[in-house]
């Protein structure tokens, strides 16, 4: 089974630039998260969408951080403009999971992308 | 929200000795409770995982505990191996109807030869 793919695996870009992520989860997840983990933390939740909508976007900057999952399968997460504290790695899981099916919880992360601001 | 407290941050062991991690969440209708080993520059990997009608579980020489009543839960690894140094992240799933996964910060374990 193929996992989770992002791309790319590593960014460098200027401040007050722009930067997008790509994500393909496993097939037939109905699930995918994005998660922002800083340096010596754990990760946290960006995003998380139920086939193509979005169910929690509680913790997304939405002054700049964006995301979409047009066709429920794949997904992109911008950053428009980014600042320094926007370093770090950036992952994406997917999981089987219904939202009230009683289908397992277990996430599958992809290897992530490594964002450094300047 | 969910909060999920995890101790040690950092943890060294020699090779064969036993080590286990703690973690504590406030949100009484979490109902699964995963562990994940992230190796240095690696994706997280699930390593074992416990619902919340189970007070044990065991694979080979890792197992986790469930307290629910103080709602807290521990990762134990026995006769350890180098191959075991990683950060080991708790996380507890929240109920409702999103279903977050909510991590601890992570424990950095490092077992010496």
């Known amino acids: 089974e193929a996992g989770v793919a992002q791309s790319p695996r590593y960014k460098i870009i200027e401040k007050r630039q722009s930067v997008a992520f790509w994500c393909n989860p496993i097939?037939?997840?109905?699930?995918l998260y994005w998660y922002q983990q800083i340096l010596g933390q754990g990760p946290k939740l960006l995003i998380q969408f139920q086939n193509n909508g979005v169910v929690d976007d509680s913790q997304l900057p939405k002054d700049r951080f964006s995301a979409e999952r047009l066709k429920g399968v794949d997904s992109t997460l911008k950053i428009q403009p980014a600042k320094l504290e926007d370093s770090a790695v950036y992952l994406c899981a997917s999981s089987p999971r219904f939202m009230n099916s009683g289908g397992t919880d277990t996430q599958y992360f992809g290897p992530g992308t490594r964002l450094t601001v300047l | 929200g969910e909060n999920v407290e995890q101790h040690p941050s950092t943890l060294s062991v020699q090779e064969g000795d036993s080590a286990v991690i703690k973690c504590t969440y406030s949100d009484s209708a979490s109902n699964y409770f995963p562990w994940y080993k992230q190796e240095l520059g690696k994706r997280p990997q699930l390593i074992i995982d416990i619902r919340s009608n189970v007070g044990e579980k065991k694979d080979q020489r890792i197992a986790v505990t469930l307290n629910k009543t103080a709602k807290h839960f521990s990762l134990h690894i026995t006769e350890t191996q180098p191959e075991d140094s990683a950060v080991y992240f708790c996380?507890?799933?929240?109920?409702?109807?999103?279903?977050?996964?909510?991590f601890g910060k992570g424990t950095l374990l490092t077992v010496n030869p």
């Open positions: 097939s037939g997840h109905a699930t």
């Open positions: 996380a507890a799933y929240s109920g409702g109807s999103n279903y977050k996964l909510t």
